[in-house]
């Protein structure tokens, strides 16, 4: 867990860091500032071009097209293209690979501190490859982490978690304890509920939760205002939970055209994977291997549901209504390497890259419901801002070639400075 005597230690590690590839402003820090920007994606599917972006207090003030010369301690970005934070709804930024190169389980002898380190450096690498904004569900340790990174103690993406997770065993299974699990998750300061409702792909993905169930967990997550992301990976169990008004279903390996057609009909937010998990497990083996479902027949099985994961990202992308949002279920290994899965997305999977982006930016925040605050470029967002080497919208491949980042208008990656006088 990260704990608080750790936190000036990382503190300390994100100053080094910030250090080595951030230029220290000497505009004054309430101050207006300019981005100024060859082309913009504004994160809808709009793109702008010669764009002065002003930021002020955190967030996003004007956008005006650039004339003139660049006000003092303004950032040029010359002909890079620029786009709001990146958003995955999926991630678990609690795994990772310890010492012994084996995904790390509680029990392994890993100290807090260890495990503090780790989580802190895949919030991080996360952050640096362009992601802003995540929602990493499962963990009970993201609570603290999600909390340094919100009060400046380390670098890292906006974090919204659920702090653990139910399923059809939970306190024995009747909707009473279900509904009960919900308002302990509310209580603990959960942003989201997260709901299993079928077995793992390793198992064969059937539904585990019954109807009565689901209507129990996700109706008392509505009720307390929270949102219900439901793991379900056949065609019945992703029915059930768009039945039962739960607010998002991930992974759907399975899911059909008529699931799809319901989640159209009831509006529920889709996220399915492509790649970058399953080839993430599948080419290194060893690090998991011997862990519950890892070995050789689940190996088996993610190796046949990646082309059913390809197929389903198209058929979804090509469905009118559903909700498509951008999520990669990053485990140990996978953090920082999030834009490999709209890669996989674009070139495997068949969906439109500027329609990969918005699934990414402005409409994963919408799931987030945090649509008014995130993965938009305009007057009053938050000034979350990314740059890239190239043009996603063309080339989804630089969405791998991210070289500046910033959040909430503070500067953490910024690769070639170039800053107006009255900056350095």
Same mark, same amino acid.
């Given at each position: 867990?990260?704990?608080?005597?750790?936190?000036?230690?990382?503190?300390?590690?994100?100053?080094?860091?910030?250090?080595?590839?951030?230029?220290?402003?000497?505009?004054?820090?309430?101050?207006?500032?300019?981005?100024?920007?060859?082309?913009?994606?504004?994160?809808?599917?709009?793109?702008?071009?010669?764009?002065?972006?002003?930021?002020?207090?955190?967030?996003?003030?004007?956008?005006?097209?650039?004339?003139?010369?660049?006000?003092?301690?303004?950032?040029?970005?010359?002909?890079?293209?620029?786009?709001?934070?990146?958003?995955?709804?999926?991630?678990?930024?609690?795994?990772?690979?310890?010492?012994?190169?084996?995904?790390?389980?509680?029990?392994?002898?890993?100290?807090?501190?260890?495990?503090?380190?780790?989580?802190?450096?895949?919030?991080?690498?996360?952050?640096?490859?362009?992601?802003?904004?995540?929602?990493?569900?499962?963990?009970?340790?993201?609570?603290?982490?999600?909390?340094?990174?919100?009060?400046?103690?380390?670098?890292?993406?906006?974090?919204?978690?659920?702090?653990?997770?139910?399923?059809?065993?939970?306190?024995?299974?009747?909707?009473?304890?279900?509904?009960?699990?919900?308002?302990?998750?509310?209580?603990?300061?959960?942003?989201?509920?997260?709901?299993?409702?079928?077995?793992?792909?390793?198992?064969?993905?059937?539904?585990?939760?019954?109807?009565?169930?689901?209507?129990?967990?996700?109706?008392?997550?509505?009720?307390?205002?929270?949102?219900?992301?439901?793991?379900?990976?056949?065609?019945?169990?992703?029915?059930?939970?768009?039945?039962?008004?739960?607010?998002?279903?991930?992974?759907?390996?399975?899911?059909?055209?008529?699931?799809?057609?319901?989640?159209?009909?009831?509006?529920?937010?889709?996220?399915?994977?492509?790649?970058?998990?399953?080839?993430?497990?599948?080419?290194?083996?060893?690090?998991?291997?011997?862990?519950?479902?890892?070995?050789?027949?689940?190996?088996?099985?993610?190796?046949?549901?990646?082309?059913?994961?390809?197929?389903?990202?198209?058929?979804?992308?090509?469905?009118?209504?559903?909700?498509?949002?951008?999520?990669? =279920? *990053?485990?140990?290994? +996978?953090?920082? @390497?999030? #834009? /490999?899965? %709209?890669?996989?997305?674009?070139?495997? &999977?068949?969906?439109?890259?500027? =329609? *990969?982006?918005?699934? +990414?930016?402005? @409409?994963? #925040? /919408?799931? %987030?419901?945090?649509?008014?605050?995130? &993965?938009?470029?305009?007057?009053?967002?938050?000034?979350?801002?990314?740059?890239?080497?190239?043009?996603?919208?063309?080339?989804?491949?630089?969405?791998?070639?991210?070289?500046?980042?910033?959040?909430?208008?503070?500067?953490?990656?910024?690769?070639?400075?170039?800053?107006?006088?009255?900056?350095?």
């Amino acid at each position: 867990m990260l704990t608080v005597r750790f936190l000036p230690l990382l503190a300390g590690l994100a100053s080094t860091l910030s250090a080595q590839s951030v230029p220290a402003p000497t505009v004054a820090p309430n101050a207006p500032r300019v981005l100024r920007a060859a082309r913009v994606l504004d994160g809808t599917g709009r793109v702008l071009v010669r764009q002065d972006i002003v930021l002020q207090g955190g967030r996003i003030t004007a956008i005006k097209p650039s004339v003139g010369p660049l006000p003092a301690g303004g950032i040029d970005l010359g002909d890079r293209t620029v786009l709001p934070g990146l958003i995955d709804t999926h991630v678990h930024l609690g795994w990772y690979i310890n010492s012994q190169d084996k995904m790390h389980t509680d029990g392994d002898g890993d100290a807090p501190g260890v495990s503090a380190l780790a989580h802190a450096a895949n919030a991080w690498a996360t952050l640096r490859a362009g992601f802003t904004t995540v929602q990493s569900i499962g963990e009970a340790d993201n609570a603290p982490l999600r909390d340094a990174i919100t009060r400046g103690h380390i670098p890292g993406p906006r974090v919204l978690t659920s702090l653990g997770s139910l399923n059809e065993r939970t306190r024995g299974g009747s909707p009473d304890s279900l509904r009960a699990a919900v308002r302990r998750f509310k209580q603990m300061g959960a942003d989201v509920i997260k709901i299993f409702a079928s077995k793992s792909i390793r198992d064969g993905g059937e539904a585990t939760m019954t109807p009565e169930q689901l209507q129990a967990a996700c109706g008392e997550s509505t009720a307390l205002g929270l949102r219900s992301v439901v793991h379900a990976h056949s065609a019945e169990s992703a029915q059930r939970a768009a039945r039962a008004g739960c607010t998002q279903v991930e992974h759907g390996v399975f899911a059909d055209d008529t699931t799809l057609a319901l989640f159209a009909e009831r509006g529920t937010w889709f996220d399915p994977q492509c790649g970058l998990v399953f080839r993430n497990y599948l080419d290194h083996k060893p690090w998991f291997d011997g862990i519950g479902n890892y070995n050789a027949v689940g190996f088996a099985a993610m190796e046949k549901a990646i082309p059913l994961a390809e197929a389903g990202i198209g058929r979804a992308a090509r469905t009118k209504g559903v909700k498509l949002v951008f999520g990669t =279920d *990053a485990v140990a290994g +996978a953090h920082g @390497r999030n #834009a /490999e899965e %709209l890669v996989c997305r674009v070139r495997r &999977g068949g969906q439109p890259a500027s =329609d *990969a982006i918005v699934s +990414a930016t402005s @409409r994963a #925040a /919408e799931s %987030l419901q945090l649509g008014k605050e995130v &993965g938009r470029i305009a007057p009053g967002y938050m000034a979350d801002i990314i740059a890239t080497a190239g043009d996603p919208s063309q080339e989804i491949e630089a969405s791998l070639r991210v070289n500046f980042v910033m959040r909430s208008g503070v500067v953490y990656r910024f690769d070639g400075h170039s800053i107006a006088a009255g900056g350095r």
